[in-house]
């Protein structure tokens, strides 16, 4: 530690005491250091106190290296170029200048490794301060390059550092969302953002290449957040914000900058999603796919493989594929053959029951717009939601009804399926078959919907009402579903418990005398008191 | 031009001198204005026109204003009337007059009658003074008072009010001068009237002088022969008469003011009471049935609350079991047999309880009466609930007309264990209590009581502060209504649950609800919501939710005691439903209290739905996983289940039994209702059981379930999955006998239905009229109004038309004055040339006879 330090151990504060002597101290030894070389030696006694054990102290620390290095930076004192061992410069033929800066530069090399050790700390504030001291020298090493420039033009930026960093982050073993949403900052710049998506894809690869196939959750979990919080620039005009000089980036990558980041995003996400995910992933991915990756990337098509994998996968993951597949068929042309066999395959009980409902009834909504489409499937459709609608929430009952009228608005021919008046005397067993897989092979044309019929019956008048529709013939007007789409059970409670005014309400006249008796009582069959 | 005016000035002299009718009639006076059609029923102002008249109008008008106009044209000089207020039109000439007058007076005053002390001058009216008629000379003859009641004439009037002095003086007038024909004979025919009228009564004077003198005479001979007569006199029953009469009207009177006897209800037969009650029922029953149907609501047709014509509004609500009316049969009392048919607890104790109590003074304390119930009751001996009883005595003594005894529970203790309640019942609580404040009133007030004395408690609150007692009460039973509520939740809650108190409150809760509906059913709908929002919280925190608790599932129980379950659309059964289904679909099953849990919400939904058949597809969702939850083997299923469950899990063979043998042992118990909470189970057998026992629970919802949703179309469809289930995995396993059974009665019923449907086609409607072609024939009833515009259009169309009229109006006008002017100047001009001609004449006359004079005298001088 520095000398000439009376320590007043007695005192009860001495640990906070302490810790701000030790700061004050820092500060003095690094502004000793900067004055004169002689004191060069106390150097060490910083990075000892890096290595601390007490946070206060090691932040301190980092905040004194910080101010140290950049300074050197600023002032040349470290060594350039290619870097001799310690030995090797003792006994070479170097200048007592040099001797210094190779010295210096030794320790700030160590200085380098130790923070970034620190990255994968317990401490947030020290993985924080750590990272925001790297960040740091990242800057300073862009303006002042530790290495000989061949030609004043030539770019550099400090690679090497980023993709340390950058490896540091994406842990295997911790979830860092936290500190990957504190660097977010530092990808609004538009350099920094080029050279971490590159370091991203290079460790990707690294690492999946090690873990041969198989899901390694937490690390996916965390790439996943450091590339889903990049944030990319829409148009050229925009890149504005520089960590290093703009002219070198700009040069560095020749052609358009914009199409360069875009090429740069692709790779990084298409060799992350090249290997296999955890199932939660796949949802987190296929949520955002739409909105925040296809728009970015130069050739969305090549996503195709992702989203067949994911449609195949079923369930709540291939309703969200569908998405992503939607914007490629609709935007970029794509042709997917059975696209309509693959959604009737789609639809089974679980739909009116995931989270994403509404986002499939509102894609399933724009896929079966189209007037063009066969009869057959549009019927087989609506035949299909109505059987499912056996199974469905008065929630989904109320978006499913006005679904299955919108087709058969849509699709006139469809009407046969509420009404058939060839056949009224008859009575005849429905022929649709559930389990044929083939919306052509399904004969729902020849089915009527008996279903909705008894969901006439049920028991929340909305869903009731909305069942009654089909004994008269529909009106022109299609109905909005998008309304209806979000409704949760308890918005729908809300319309019955918040009627502003309830004129005499009913009541029971039967009178009750006990808990588990009276006309109509089922619980008391099975369940007594006590 | 020169001619005209004179002609018509001479027309118009001549036409002076005529009446209005003899104009009219002239034929040469008249133009009649030609009409195109006739119109019945419309009068027409302008059918026949006065030219002449209208013109010499005009004319005169003319000369009065135009002419006058024009002589004072370029005049500076005026005669100006200083007159007062000449000139103010405002002024009403009545005031202009008073004014005038007043200010002579003043003026009079001042300069000469300073001095003038006493002299006034004389008050006329009429030119009479009024300082003489004050003395009232003229007498009116009394004598003609008595005859001319009521009758007026001319004269009358004349002499009572003075008025008539311008009608006499009008008459002198007529005599005079010589006016229309027609003024004449109306003078004519009132003189004549006034001479018949005059002639008349003096003639009836006469008559009645003359038999003045007759009676005077029969009366002189009468008391000659008076005394001859016998004396038997007519007068005296006369006079005996008069008080008789007075004596019957006394008693007419009092006939009248008797006291009547009140007409009673009409004893009703036991028939009679047995149809009533039926035909209420029945009402009651269509009534939810309507609801059911979700027809609008009829106001007023559906209230709840039936107010008899002698409600006195107090909250006594007239039950519709048990109104029994003192009947009485072959002349004994009727003891109310007709009940017992209906309920068996029904006994008489309550009916003599009844009839003893309309004997006993009604205006009793309240206190005393019931501690005299108290005693009643333990004379009788009677086994009924003894907080229930006292609730009814008090009512009854409330209202002796109609008693209301609600049925009343079995008898589930011993009459001496009753009878030692009540005696410590008697012991230890107070007749009164005052309502609570706030939950933990309620709570302390409730604290270490027994259940049975809990209730007892709620009851005698609910009495002392009965609505109609204060202002203040109906507040004070509203907020016990939450309150009451509330305790039922902690009691749920509580570890282990107090439910045998919660059942005992149960009646309280229900006599509070029919209370006050809108205070309950707002009660109710915050404990739903509140229960409601919390588990929508969690699921979207979590995406699923535990299961409600246990004081959630009682709350459900209770909402389906007090609301009815089967309406369409409810305010507090719609969301309770909503929640049960909420609930079944949202709550992952984990463990046998989770399955319990669920068993105990869908005995609620079947509850829920079994009056209206309604159909709640998470019943059946729920009942199929509960169900796969036994399966064994669970590949190849053959059915789908929905979420909450899965085909496969951790938690996916919660009913698979751990060993057969357990089937054999096993037989069916009731659940206690705890089971949703905490369930020990420590041994396989005893798990086993359980298993065993949930899963004949839910075979028997499934056959309600089954005999419920039978006429449904898809049927069918919607039990193909427990079909499979029963018929295919469950029914290799091992299973006890009755659920075997069970089980293979469940999958004939559904497959005994039939699968076969006709076609779906729209309702029957009234096919639409064809468009016809003939004209749409609309009656007119205003000819010359314009139709078919807005108001504005129509009132701006008005004002420019009359406009129009005006404008065209004042430029006739215009014109006729200036005809009128030239006319006048023409005149001016002739008459002064002929002035002009007259003078050159006369001074050439006169210069002639000078020169013949100057002539003579020159001859004369020759």
Redesign the interface.
């Given at each position: 530690m520095a000398p000439a330090k009376k320590r007043n151990v007695s005192s009860v504060k001495t640990a906070e005491k302490s810790a701000k002597k030790a700061k004050v101290d820092l500060s003095k030894t690094v502004e000793r250091i900067l004055e004169s070389r002689k004191h060069a030696n106390d150097v060490f006694d910083i990075l000892e106190s890096l290595q601390a054990e007490q946070e206060k102290e090691v932040i301190g620390a980092v905040a004194a290296c910080s101010e140290l290095f950049c300074a050197l930076l600023e002032r040349k004192e470290l060594f350039l170029g290619k870097l001799p061992g310690e030995e090797d410069a003792l006994s070479g033929g170097y200048s007592a200048e040099d001797k210094y800066r190779i010295f210096m530069r030794h320790r700030y090399t160590s200085c380098v490794e130790i923070l970034l050790e620190h990255l994968s700390h317990e401490q947030y504030d020290i993985k924080e301060s750590a990272m925001c001291c790297l960040m740091k020298f990242a800057a300073g090493e862009g303006r002042h390059p530790l290495e000989d420039l061949d030609w004043s033009e030539h770019y550099s930026f400090p690679r090497e550092l980023i993709q340390a960093l950058v490896d540091n982050l994406l842990s295997k073993a911790t979830d860092n969302s936290l500190l990957i949403s504190r660097f977010q900052e530092f990808l609004e710049m538009e350099d920094v953002r080029y050279y971490v998506m590159s370091s991203i894809r290079d460790n990707v690869g690294k690492v999946m290449d090690k873990s041969k196939g198989a899901v390694v959750p937490v690390y996916q979990n965390n790439v996943f957040t450091l590339m889903s919080s990049i944030s990319m620039p829409n148009q050229e005009s925009e890149l504005t914000n520089f960590m290093v000089k703009q002219e070198g980036f700009l040069n560095a990558i020749r052609s358009s900058a914009t199409q360069e980041h875009k090429r740069v995003f692709e790779r990084m996400w298409l060799g992350f999603l090249k290997y296999k995910l955890p199932n939660s992933m796949y949802k987190k991915v296929l949520v955002i796919l739409h909105d925040s990756i296809l728009p970015y990337m130069s050739k969305p098509t090549l996503m195709i493989d992702f989203l067949t994998a994911a449609y195949e996968i079923g369930g709540a993951i291939s309703l969200l594929a569908l998405n992503g597949l939607f914007v490629l068929i609709h935007q970029h042309n794509l042709d997917y053959p059975d696209f309509y066999k693959k959604l009737y395959n789609l639809l089974?009980?679980?739909v009116f029951?995931?989270?994403y409902r509404a986002r499939f009834f509102h894609l399933a909504n724009v896929f079966l717009s189209s007037s063009h489409l066969p009869v057959y499937l549009v019927a087989a459709f609506a035949k299909r939601l109505a059987?499912l609608a056996?199974?469905?929430?008065?929630t989904a009952l109320l978006v499913v009804l006005p679904f299955i009228y919108n087709l058969i608005r849509r699709h006139p021919s469809c009407r046969v399926?509420?009404?058939?008046?060839s056949?009224?005397?008859?009575?005849?067993?429905?022929p649709y078959l559930t389990d044929e897989e083939d919306p052509a092979q399904c004969r729902a044309l020849e089915s009527?919907?008996?279903?909705i019929?008894?969901?006439q019956?049920?028991?929340?008048?909305d869903v009731?009402?909305a069942a009654l529709l089909?004994?008269?013939?529909l009106s022109e007007q299609e109905d909005d579903i998008s309304e209806t789409l979000e409704v949760?059970?308890?918005e729908?409670?809300?319309k019955?418990?918040k009627?502003p005014e309830?004129?005499?309400?009913?009541?029971?006249?039967e009178?009750?005398?006990?808990?588990?008796?009276?006309r109509?009582?089922?619980?008391g069959?099975?369940?007594?008191?006590? | 031009m020169g001619k005209a005016p004179k002609k018509r000035s001479l027309a118009d002299k001549v036409r002076k001198t005529k009446t209005s009718s003899e104009i009219k009639n002239n034929p040469f006076e008249v133009k009649i204005n030609r009409k195109k059609f006739d119109v019945l029923g419309r009068k027409s102002k302008h059918d026949v026109g006065l030219p002449g008249v209208s013109r010499s109008k005009a004319v005169n008008k003319r000369k009065e204003t135009l002419l006058k106009e024009y002589k004072q044209k370029n005049r500076c000089s005026k005669f100006i009337d200083r007159r007062f207020g000449e000139y103010d039109t405002k002024m009403a000439p009545e005031d202009k007059i008073l004014q005038r007058f007043t200010m002579e007076r003043q003026r009079v005053h001042e300069k000469k009658d300073v001095y003038n002390l006493n002299e006034e001058e004389e008050l006329t009216h009429y030119g009479q003074s009024l300082a003489e008629m004050e003395k009232f000379n003229d007498v009116v003859n009394s004598d003609d008072e008595s005859e001319e009641k009521g009758l007026l004439s001319a004269e009358l009037t004349a002499s009572h009010f003075g008025g008539g002095g311008g009608l006499l003086r009008k008459k002198a007038l007529g005599e005079e001068e010589e006016g229309g024909q027609r003024a004449k004979s109306r003078q004519e025919l009132i003189e004549e009237l006034i001479q018949k009228s005059k002639q008349e009564k003096r003639e009836r004077q006469v008559q009645r002088e003359e038999a003045q003198e007759l009676t005077e005479k029969l009366d002189q001979d009468w008391k000659n022969i008076q005394s001859l007569m016998v004396k038997k006199t007519p007068k005296a029953d006369k006079q005996e008469e008069k008080p008789k009469l007075e004596e019957y009207d006394m008693m007419v009177r009092e006939l009248g003011f008797e006291m009547k006897a009140q007409p009673s209800e009409k004893m009703k037969t036991p028939e009679e009471l047995a149809k009533e009650e039926r035909e209420k029922l029945q009402k009651l029953e269509a009534d939810r049935l309507r609801r059911m149907m979700g027809e609008e609501v009829v106001e007023g047709a559906q209230s709840q609350i039936h107010f008899s014509a002698d409600d006195l509004n107090d909250g006594f609500i007239l039950d519709k079991h048990d109104k029994k009316t003192l009947a009485y049969q072959d002349g004994k009392w009727n003891m109310g047999e007709e009940e017992e048919e209906e309920d068996e607890a029904e006994d008489e104790e309550g009916e003599g309880e009844s009839s003893e109590e309309q004997e006993s003074d009604a205006e009793e304390d309240e206190v005393e009466e019931e501690e005299e119930e108290e005693e009643e009751e333990e004379e009788e001996g009677s086994g009924e609930d003894d907080g229930h009883s006292d609730l009814e005595s008090e009512q009854e003594s409330e209202n002796e007309e109609e008693e209301e005894a609600s049925p009343k529970p079995k008898k589930t203790l011993s009459k001496e264990e009753v009878k030692a309640q009540q005696e410590a019942a008697k012991a230890e609580l107070p007749y009164t209590f005052a309502a609570p404040e706030s939950y933990n009133d309620l709570k302390d007030m409730l604290r270490g009581h027994t259940s049975d004395n809990q209730r007892l408690i709620v009851a005698r609150t609910q009495k002392s502060n009965h609505p109609s007692l204060a202002v203040g009460n109906k507040l004070k039973l509203q907020k016990l209504f939450g309150f009451l509520l509330e305790y039922i939740g902690e009691l749920a809650t509580r570890s282990p649950p107090e439910l045998s108190t919660i059942d005992k409150l149960i009646p309280e809760v229900y006599a509070l609800c029919q209370m006050f509906p809108d205070a309950a059913c707002k009660a109710m709908q915050s404990i739903l919501g509140d229960a409601a929002h919390s588990m929508e919280e969690t699921l979207e925190v979590k995406g699923h939710a535990a299961f409600p608790t246990l004081d959630m599932l009682i709350y459900l129980k209770v909402t389906a005691l007090l609301f009815p379950t089967s309406d369409f659309r409810h305010p507090v059964t719609t969301p309770a439903l909503l929640f049960i289904s909420q609930a079944l679909t949202k709550c992952p099953v984990r463990s046998l209290q989770d399955l319990t849990s669920g068993l105990v919400l869908c005995s609620l939904g079947v509850e829920y739905v079994s009056f209206s058949k309604r159909f709640l597809p998470e019943l059946i969702n729920f009942l199929v996983g509960t169900l796969h939850l036994a399966v064994q083997d669970k590949a190849s299923l053959g059915y789908i289940v929905v979420p909450p469950f899965r085909a496969s899990g951790k938690y996916s063979d919660l009913l698979v039994l751990s060993s057969s043998e357990s089937c054999r042992s096993w037989s069916k118990k009731s659940l206690p209702l705890s089971a949703t909470q905490q369930l020990d189970l420590e041994n396989d057998p005893d798990r086993d059981t359980h298993r065993l026992t949930c899963l004949s629970t839910c075979l028997d919802l499934v056959k309600r379930c089954c005999l419920l949703y039978k006429d449904l179309p898809s049927f069918t469809h919607i039990f193909q999955p427990i079909r499979t289930l029963l018929s295919k995995h469950l029914s290799t396993q091992t299973l006890p006998e009755p659920l075997q059974e069970l089980s293979s009665e469940i999958v004939e019923a559904i497959s005994s239905t039939p699968v076969t449907q006709s076609a779906l086609v729209f309702d029957k409607r009234k096919p639409i009229p064809l468009k016809l072609l003939t004209p749409k024939i609309v009656e007119v009833l205003d000819y010359g109004k314009k139709r078919g515009s807005t108001r504005e259009e129509r009132e701006k169309e008005r004002l420019k038309h009359k406009y129009k009229r005006e404008f065209k109006g004042a430029l006739r006008e215009i014109r006729k004055d200036s005809r009128f002017l030239a006319r006048e100047k023409l005149n001016e001009v002739m008459n002064r040339d002929a002035e002009r001609k007259r003078k050159v004449k006369e001074l050439m006359g006169s210069l002639a006879t000078q020169e013949g004079e100057w002539k003579s005298l020159k001859r004369k001088k020759k």
């Amino acid at each position: 530690m520095a000398p000439a330090k009376k320590r007043n151990v007695s005192s009860v504060k001495t640990a906070e005491k302490s810790a701000k002597k030790a700061k004050v101290d820092l500060s003095k030894t690094v502004e000793r250091i900067l004055e004169s070389r002689k004191h060069a030696n106390d150097v060490f006694d910083i990075l000892e106190s890096l290595q601390a054990e007490q946070e206060k102290e090691v932040i301190g620390a980092v905040a004194a290296c910080s101010e140290l290095f950049c300074a050197l930076l600023e002032r040349k004192e470290l060594f350039l170029g290619k870097l001799p061992g310690e030995e090797d410069a003792l006994s070479g033929g170097y200048s007592a200048e040099d001797k210094y800066r190779i010295f210096m530069r030794h320790r700030y090399t160590s200085c380098v490794e130790i923070l970034l050790e620190h990255l994968s700390h317990e401490q947030y504030d020290i993985k924080e301060s750590a990272m925001c001291c790297l960040m740091k020298f990242a800057a300073g090493e862009g303006r002042h390059p530790l290495e000989d420039l061949d030609w004043s033009e030539h770019y550099s930026f400090p690679r090497e550092l980023i993709q340390a960093l950058v490896d540091n982050l994406l842990s295997k073993a911790t979830d860092n969302s936290l500190l990957i949403s504190r660097f977010q900052e530092f990808l609004e710049m538009e350099d920094v953002r080029y050279y971490v998506m590159s370091s991203i894809r290079d460790n990707v690869g690294k690492v999946m290449d090690k873990s041969k196939g198989a899901v390694v959750p937490v690390y996916q979990n965390n790439v996943f957040t450091l590339m889903s919080s990049i944030s990319m620039p829409n148009q050229e005009s925009e890149l504005t914000n520089f960590m290093v000089k703009q002219e070198g980036f700009l040069n560095a990558i020749r052609s358009s900058a914009t199409q360069e980041h875009k090429r740069v995003f692709e790779r990084m996400w298409l060799g992350f999603l090249k290997y296999k995910l955890p199932n939660s992933m796949y949802k987190k991915v296929l949520v955002i796919l739409h909105d925040s990756i296809l728009p970015y990337m130069s050739k969305p098509t090549l996503m195709i493989d992702f989203l067949t994998a994911a449609y195949e996968i079923g369930g709540a993951i291939s309703l969200l594929a569908l998405n992503g597949l939607f914007v490629l068929i609709h935007q970029h042309n794509l042709d997917y053959p059975d696209f309509y066999k693959k959604l009737y395959n789609l639809l089974e009980p679980s739909v009116f029951h995931v989270k994403y409902r509404a986002r499939f009834f509102h894609l399933a909504n724009v896929f079966l717009s189209s007037s063009h489409l066969p009869v057959y499937l549009v019927a087989a459709f609506a035949k299909r939601l109505a059987r499912l609608a056996l199974t469905a929430p008065p929630t989904a009952l109320l978006v499913v009804l006005p679904f299955i009228y919108n087709l058969i608005r849509r699709h006139p021919s469809c009407r046969v399926l509420i009404h058939k008046p060839s056949a009224e005397d008859e009575p005849f067993e429905d022929p649709y078959l559930t389990d044929e897989e083939d919306p052509a092979q399904c004969r729902a044309l020849e089915s009527s919907l008996w279903e909705i019929k008894s969901l006439q019956k049920h028991y929340h008048p909305d869903v009731a009402k909305a069942a009654l529709l089909i004994n008269t013939p529909l009106s022109e007007q299609e109905d909005d579903i998008s309304e209806t789409l979000e409704v949760t059970t308890y918005e729908l409670m809300e319309k019955d418990l918040k009627q502003p005014e309830i004129k005499s309400v009913p009541l029971e006249f039967e009178t009750a005398t006990r808990l588990l008796k009276g006309r109509g009582d089922v619980l008391g069959q099975h369940f007594c008191l006590a | 031009m020169g001619k005209a005016p004179k002609k018509r000035s001479l027309a118009d002299k001549v036409r002076k001198t005529k009446t209005s009718s003899e104009i009219k009639n002239n034929p040469f006076e008249v133009k009649i204005n030609r009409k195109k059609f006739d119109v019945l029923g419309r009068k027409s102002k302008h059918d026949v026109g006065l030219p002449g008249v209208s013109r010499s109008k005009a004319v005169n008008k003319r000369k009065e204003t135009l002419l006058k106009e024009y002589k004072q044209k370029n005049r500076c000089s005026k005669f100006i009337d200083r007159r007062f207020g000449e000139y103010d039109t405002k002024m009403a000439p009545e005031d202009k007059i008073l004014q005038r007058f007043t200010m002579e007076r003043q003026r009079v005053h001042e300069k000469k009658d300073v001095y003038n002390l006493n002299e006034e001058e004389e008050l006329t009216h009429y030119g009479q003074s009024l300082a003489e008629m004050e003395k009232f000379n003229d007498v009116v003859n009394s004598d003609d008072e008595s005859e001319e009641k009521g009758l007026l004439s001319a004269e009358l009037t004349a002499s009572h009010f003075g008025g008539g002095g311008g009608l006499l003086r009008k008459k002198a007038l007529g005599e005079e001068e010589e006016g229309g024909q027609r003024a004449k004979s109306r003078q004519e025919l009132i003189e004549e009237l006034i001479q018949k009228s005059k002639q008349e009564k003096r003639e009836r004077q006469v008559q009645r002088e003359e038999a003045q003198e007759l009676t005077e005479k029969l009366d002189q001979d009468w008391k000659n022969i008076q005394s001859l007569m016998v004396k038997k006199t007519p007068k005296a029953d006369k006079q005996e008469e008069k008080p008789k009469l007075e004596e019957y009207d006394m008693m007419v009177r009092e006939l009248g003011f008797e006291m009547k006897a009140q007409p009673s209800e009409k004893m009703k037969t036991p028939e009679e009471l047995a149809k009533e009650e039926r035909e209420k029922l029945q009402k009651l029953e269509a009534d939810r049935l309507r609801r059911m149907m979700g027809e609008e609501v009829v106001e007023g047709a559906q209230s709840q609350i039936h107010f008899s014509a002698d409600d006195l509004n107090d909250g006594f609500i007239l039950d519709k079991h048990d109104k029994k009316t003192l009947a009485y049969q072959d002349g004994k009392w009727n003891m109310g047999e007709e009940e017992e048919e209906e309920d068996e607890a029904e006994d008489e104790e309550g009916e003599g309880e009844s009839s003893e109590e309309q004997e006993s003074d009604a205006e009793e304390d309240e206190v005393e009466e019931e501690e005299e119930e108290e005693e009643e009751e333990e004379e009788e001996g009677s086994g009924e609930d003894d907080g229930h009883s006292d609730l009814e005595s008090e009512q009854e003594s409330e209202n002796e007309e109609e008693e209301e005894a609600s049925p009343k529970p079995k008898k589930t203790l011993s009459k001496e264990e009753v009878k030692a309640q009540q005696e410590a019942a008697k012991a230890e609580l107070p007749y009164t209590f005052a309502a609570p404040e706030s939950y933990n009133d309620l709570k302390d007030m409730l604290r270490g009581h027994t259940s049975d004395n809990q209730r007892l408690i709620v009851a005698r609150t609910q009495k002392s502060n009965h609505p109609s007692l204060a202002v203040g009460n109906k507040l004070k039973l509203q907020k016990l209504f939450g309150f009451l509520l509330e305790y039922i939740g902690e009691l749920a809650t509580r570890s282990p649950p107090e439910l045998s108190t919660i059942d005992k409150l149960i009646p309280e809760v229900y006599a509070l609800c029919q209370m006050f509906p809108d205070a309950a059913c707002k009660a109710m709908q915050s404990i739903l919501g509140d229960a409601a929002h919390s588990m929508e919280e969690t699921l979207e925190v979590k995406g699923h939710a535990a299961f409600p608790t246990l004081d959630m599932l009682i709350y459900l129980k209770v909402t389906a005691l007090l609301f009815p379950t089967s309406d369409f659309r409810h305010p507090v059964t719609t969301p309770a439903l909503l929640f049960i289904s909420q609930a079944l679909t949202k709550c992952p099953v984990r463990s046998l209290q989770d399955l319990t849990s669920g068993l105990v919400l869908c005995s609620l939904g079947v509850e829920y739905v079994s009056f209206s058949k309604r159909f709640l597809p998470e019943l059946i969702n729920f009942l199929v996983g509960t169900l796969h939850l036994a399966v064994q083997d669970k590949a190849s299923l053959g059915y789908i289940v929905v979420p909450p469950f899965r085909a496969s899990g951790k938690y996916s063979d919660l009913l698979v039994l751990s060993s057969s043998e357990s089937c054999r042992s096993w037989s069916k118990k009731s659940l206690p209702l705890s089971a949703t909470q905490q369930l020990d189970l420590e041994n396989d057998p005893d798990r086993d059981t359980h298993r065993l026992t949930c899963l004949s629970t839910c075979l028997d919802l499934v056959k309600r379930c089954c005999l419920l949703y039978k006429d449904l179309p898809s049927f069918t469809h919607i039990f193909q999955p427990i079909r499979t289930l029963l018929s295919k995995h469950l029914s290799t396993q091992t299973l006890p006998e009755p659920l075997q059974e069970l089980s293979s009665e469940i999958v004939e019923a559904i497959s005994s239905t039939p699968v076969t449907q006709s076609a779906l086609v729209f309702d029957k409607r009234k096919p639409i009229p064809l468009k016809l072609l003939t004209p749409k024939i609309v009656e007119v009833l205003d000819y010359g109004k314009k139709r078919g515009s807005t108001r504005e259009e129509r009132e701006k169309e008005r004002l420019k038309h009359k406009y129009k009229r005006e404008f065209k109006g004042a430029l006739r006008e215009i014109r006729k004055d200036s005809r009128f002017l030239a006319r006048e100047k023409l005149n001016e001009v002739m008459n002064r040339d002929a002035e002009r001609k007259r003078k050159v004449k006369e001074l050439m006359g006169s210069l002639a006879t000078q020169e013949g004079e100057w002539k003579s005298l020159k001859r004369k001088k020759k």
